[in-house]
């Protein structure tokens, strides 16, 4: 069975640093890209890039660009998020999901994670 | 901002049919392919539909994607209780800043 399986959810203050991980099994973990999305409670899914642990290609959005750091290890088949000096508007859940990326015309999520809540607050 | 737009809420009875229109541009939804997510609250969404028009495992007939132009549509026919929930599209854009967009999110309610 493919899996993705997140970190715990996180308290943090403003200002700090955060790195969300996912661990992928039931599959060749560098040959599929990893994705991450953002949502805010009550709000909309936001895509905010992608890598693919193979040889470590990263895509992000405009939107996370600069925001937002994603990386992998290959060696156990993990994917990371890191968010930089944290907000109380990155307050989200986070979620991972193995992304199928087809020429650059085609893509989509399946499976996914079950999503990281990470909280800012003073 | 999303730049793909879905109605906020759409309601229907069992059994109704109800049709989810996403609108983008001739850069995403105009020359890509559409996915289609069902989102229950407090879970993680799931994929429906991808390549605009292929079920995923699971998945029954009674979801189906189409596309014209720059608009997709999601269909719900029979619905049923269990169907409510938030459904977005999806897509890959083609422009400058080529990326993964979703769109903004329907609530679908069975009444």
């Known amino acids: 069975e493919v899996q993705l399986v997140q970190s715990g959810a996180e308290l943090k203050k403003p200002g700090e640093s955060l790195r969300i991980s996912c661990q992928g099994s039931g599959y060749t973990f560098t040959n599929y890209w990893i994705g991450w999305v953002r949502q805010v409670p009550g709000k909309g899914l936001e895509w905010m890039g992608i890598i693919y642990p193979g040889d470590s290609d990263t895509r992000y959005s405009p939107s996370f660009q600069g925001q937002v750091t994603i990386s992998a290890d290959k060696s156990i088949s993990t994917a990371y998020l890191q968010l930089r000096s944290l907000k109380a508007s990155d307050t989200a859940i986070y979620y991972c999901?193995?992304?199928?990326?087809?020429?650059?015309?085609?893509?989509?999520?399946?499976?996914w994670g079950q999503g990281t809540l990470v909280t800012v607050s003073s | 901002q999303s730049v793909l737009t879905q109605p906020p809420s759409l309601s229907a009875a069992p059994g109704q049919k109800v049709s989810i229109s996403c609108s983008g541009s001739?850069?995403?939804?105009?020359?890509?392919?559409i996915s289609w997510y069902q989102q229950f609250p407090g879970a993680a969404p799931k994929l429906l539909i991808y390549d605009t028009y292929k079920r995923h495992s699971g998945i029954p007939d009674r979801f189906s994607g189409s596309k014209s132009g720059t608009s997709a549509t999601l269909d719900i026919t029979g619905l049923q209780t269990g169907d409510e929930a938030d459904y977005y599209c999806a897509t890959w854009d083609s422009g400058l800043t080529a990326g993964g967009v979703f769109g903004t999110g329907t609530k679908v309610t069975v009444l």
């Open positions: 001739s850069s995403n939804i105009g020359s890509n392919y």
């Open positions: 999901a193995r992304h199928h990326l087809v020429d650059d015309t085609d893509n989509w999520f399946e499976p």
